[in-house]
């Protein structure tokens, strides 16, 4: 009695604040305690006390242990207390200890628990399961969930169910839950047979409505043709009777269930009942005018999600346009986003020029939450839509002149500005809209004050385009000169950069020009700004270079030449894009207080502008063909590797190797270093590494074995992040698809491309169902022989309206994946090393090197090439390194490991025990200088057994590295 009110002081210490890093002891005696109240205490003090940071280990397991027994006892009252105090806690090692007991009582297994700890059980497992991911058995879980508790007739076993499947099958994939989907079809169908235990505003179960739908999503349509029908009618019945009523509380249960359903329909696509989905066009277009706000919203984000329908896209545009539109001006400004976003997704070529007109309307109201996107938005609809650019440049320069907006014109608008009147690849510019630019620009900086911005565009386009104008009356060079200097001192110190180069172009053209300009920069060469001070005095001294020797003009000309035109590929990238993305996340963020990008089909019109450009603006332009055609989406060019063989006999950077090593002066010199029957190729056995790129880069640095995690690819749509984790022959590699783009990702398929000496598979991708998280996909990587390359990984999404892009990319797991470390003695190094190089027949594998030194000419002497060479091995391939018996001066450095490799019949593990410990194969390395001979190069060899060839591609992996 005493120790139980002693128990609950530390417990009200610590809620107010205090460490309490005492007393746990005293808990626990009370969880052991067979009086209810006592035992109460013990489990409320552990569970808020508890922490498994810094708990004693010991503690810590003796707490388990009491727990355990309570989950067993069979009594309800300490099973409850022992669930309720484990999930608070949610411990990996608590997962890890009581994950058997825990889902002993959730699926029933041997003990058939009350309705109420099973509930807690299913929600319980679920928190284990967030912690600790190999407590999942595939085939277990999959029967349980099928044949217990989806069968349950209780509502709250049921939820709590429906809970845990759902989050088990988001991260862990539908592959063999396939049952499930008839057993929640008949759930959802028989919905009233539930009503009787949970009825809210008299919707039955709309908690349950909703979760079973959720994980439907999950799943593709039912193939069996009762199910299908089945789901139909369940869709049916939502969709046609939810009606708006007077009870805000019923209304939004009965909606939340309405949405969910029309998620379903939109993910069933043709395969849902077609009166649904015409029901469901005309539903939108009716909440899109009801009052109540949270509804409107809804109704626009499922518009968004219909609208890469092109038909049903034209539908919504012509039927609802204006009150998307009137949607603008709603007092809540989640409603008026949506309507931005769904507006620029519902936009097409026959309403382009309505939509920017209307926007550019709107964008003249004090909407200053939405004007920086607004204006980022007018600008792209207007270069993706423009049938003729002039129309495009007039829409900027209004842009630009409308006040109050062109404060959120941003630099990004402007860069894009130059880069389509100058021009793409080698189709020659559009002269005539350069002259209409150049025209419309002038005309807009004749009135006294206008926007920094447009100032900044006068100063780059009128010196480039401005000799197409120059011939009209009041349009000459000198009239061009004038109208930007007369901004220049009411400009910030960046345009008047801008200004100072601007008009010593026009002087260059114009020599009757030179003495005005002259002038200026004299004026300007005591300038209190250094920047501005050198521009001024450079400017000065090439104009008198200029009149003291005529002959100077074209090698001043040379630093002044025209802008060229910009590569074919930033056509379709533009900068407005990653803009857009930023601005998204931005706002989010400051919404939120999360770093999170609002992610859903309504921002994915963003995308389309890169698959398709303006009309206008590719003119002229063959169209590439698409790299995505056939259901092999390795088919075609995946990239050309560097052939660099030619540039290491160039550089000095190559090695000998193989029998012509033996007539190195190292082998001359030191015979019993080298062994005398060298049996590895490592050219013909292993296909060299070499790098191409800056992907090609991102996959060297993921390549070590001391990197866990990283990016592997990206590119303008998306990123693709890899984290590995490790076990003897098995290489799991959790996958994840970034967007890089404001647009969500769709329909991501990889493929793999797999060598010899390795098995390999990729899941389907997993989509997340909320908006905190990205897709993925779990790749298994299997090591059963010889590697000759790495792997090839190829990915096809959609992301936005565009086509399918393919992507190709080289996958970083190759043969130092699978060594481990091991411990030894220099003196059994050395034997096992001699006994391989000269006892051993022809099948036991033995390589000499003579490698380049990496840091010749640099100064670094032997030991720190030695030193990075030793870090190299331990670091990257995993080898340990033997230390040097004098480590003031040694020459050589000794490393050992052993390769894991799988048995000829092993397959896929499903979880960590299904891992056997396969077999093993020794590796050993020696590197060594000989500074009296040559310091340029050393010796790099490598000794293994006759079991698997692992020494070529291992060979071939450190020439990588060094």
Known sequence: MKNKKHVWKLIYTYILGYEVDFGHLEALNLINASKYSEKCTGYIATGIMLNEMNADPELLEMVINSIKTDLTCGNEVYESLALSTIANIGATEFARSLGSSVQRLAFCEDYKPSYFIQKKACLCLYSFFKKNKEIFNREVWASAFDNELLTQKNYGVLLSACGLIHGVLVTMGTEGFEGCVTKLIYILSR???????????????????????????????PEDEEALNAINEVLISLVTGTEVGTNVNKNNADHAILFEAIRLVIH???????????????????????????????ALETMARLSHNEVISSYLMKEHMNTIIYSLRDPDLSIRRRSLDLIFALCDQDSATNVVNELLVYLNENDYTLKEELVLKIAILAEKFALNLNWYVDVIVKLITTESAGDYVSDEIRFRVYQILTGFGEVDPNYELQKYAALQIFLALQVDFVHETMIKLGASVLPEFGHHIADAPGKSHTDQFEVLDKHFTTSNISTKG?????????????????????????????????????????????????????????????????????????????????RMSQIKKKKNLAATGKDDTEKDIATEATEEYKAQVSSALSRGKSKEASSTSGSDIFSGDTGSKTESGAFDDILGLGDSSGSNVLGHPFAKANPGDFSSSQTVDINSEAEELSMNGDQDSKWKNLIPISCTDGTIFEDDNIKVNMRFNISKYVTRVLVEYVSTTASTLDSVQAMLKVPDGMKAMISDTKYPTNDTDNPKAMMTVLHTGSIKEDIKMAIKYESGFGDPVKQVFRVPVLVNKFIDKVDMEQDRFDHLWNDISTNRPDSFEKVDLVMSNPARGSGASQMDVLKKLAKLLSMCMNLKVLPPTDKSNFSKICAVGQVHVADEDADFPKNADDINNGSTVPLMVECEFYTDINEDEFRCSIRSNDKVRVTASFAQLFKLFV
């Open 268 to 298: 069933y696509k043709d395969k849902a009942n077609e009166i649904v989905r015409k029901d469901i066009l005309a539903l939108l277009g009716r909440f899109i005018n009801v009052r109540e706000a949270n509804i409107r919203y809804l």
């Open 191 to 221: 919905i009233h047979d539930y009503a009787t235990d949970y009825l809210y505003y008299r919707t039955p179960s709309p908690w349950l409505q909703i979760k079973a739908l959720k994980i439907l999503r999950l799943f593709p349509p």
């Open 498 to 578: 801008m200004i100072l180069t601007a008009l010593m172009k026009f002087a260059l053209q114009d020599s009757s020009l030179i003495q005005h300009a002259t002038t200026i920069f004299t004026r300007y060469s005591r300038s209190w700004n250094e920047d501005i001070q050198q521009r001024a005095i450079e400017y000065l001294r090439m104009l008198k270079f200029l009149e003291k020797d005529e002959s100077y003009r074209e090698f001043i000309l040379e630093s002044f030449e025209p802008l060229p035109t910009y590569p074919d590929h930033m056509q379709n990238n533009s900068v407005l894009i990653k």
